[in-house]
């Protein structure tokens, strides 16, 4: 099954410091997400992102967070200037237009990030 | 914007038991998923299944869309199963919605 892949695994940071996250995304899928997942809470929508521009964001996605796709391969989450509440796991995915032998609207996950703002 | 409940929240079984977990969803959806949450917090996708009936080895998940509800059954449970079970929901808006989750215990 194609991948999507997250980096790094786990980032431990102090509070006040930027972050950033990266995704490497299935190539040619058009559309990216970011997800959080706070300790034994369920999996929160971020932010969407399509055809380099942000499509949709969350309450939760506020100016401290950024989204990038830089170099047309990875896609990257910026946190600014990390709290304690930030201390999440981060998932990235990525969804094709379906065709070619691949269904329409699925969504690939990563592994996932673990941040952990100290 | 659409609601996805899990039931149940908890569940403990004995090795070897059977399961069912439930789905609920509010409106139609383009796409359902079931993920498997491991201990290192790894969402593993088990079924892409937004209608219909696929099976996997010991697990089968059923989708109804027509009544927005989708059924995963855990056959001959493992204590390997134990974690926490998520479905997700995906409609025109794109992103994908999560319900809370079931926690399964396999005791030994």
């Known amino acids: 099954e194609p991948e999507v892949t997250q980096t790094p695994s786990h980032q431990v940071t102090q509070m006040g410091q930027e972050v950033i996250l990266r995704c490497v995304p299935i190539s040619n899928h058009l559309y990216f997400y970011w997800y959080r997942q706070i300790l034994g809470q369920k999996v929160e929508f971020l932010v969407s992102?399509?055809?380099?521009?942000?499509?949709?964001k969350s309450e939760i996605f506020d100016d401290q967070f950024s989204v990038e796709r830089p170099d047309g391969s990875n896609f990257t989450l910026k946190i600014r200037s990390t709290k304690l509440e930030d201390s999440a796991m981060y998932f990235c995915?990525?969804?094709?237009?379906?065709?070619?032998?691949?269904?329409?609207?699925?969504?690939?996950f990563g592994a996932g990030t673990r941040l952990s703002v100290l | 914007g659409i609601q996805v409940e899990q039931s149940p929240p908890d569940l403990i079984l004995q090795e070897g038991a059977n399961s069912t977990l439930r789905c609920n969803f509010s409106d139609s959806v383009n796409n359902l998923q079931w993920f498997h949450q491991n201990p290192w917090g790894q969402l593993i996708n088990l079924f892409y299944?937004?209608?219909g009936t696929k099976q996997n080895g010991r697990l089968s998940a059923t989708t109804v869309a027509t009544e927005r509800y989708s059924l995963l059954y855990i056959s001959s449970s493992q204590t390997t199963d134990s974690g926490v079970y998520f479905c997700a929901v995906n409609t025109n808006a794109g992103k994908s919605t999560f319900g809370d989750g079931t926690t399964l215990t396999v005791k030994p």
């Open positions: 992102f399509y055809n380099n521009e942000i499509s949709e």
């Open positions: 299944i937004p209608s």
């Open positions: 995915a990525s969804q094709g237009k379906g065709g070619g032998g691949e269904a329409k609207n699925i969504q690939y």
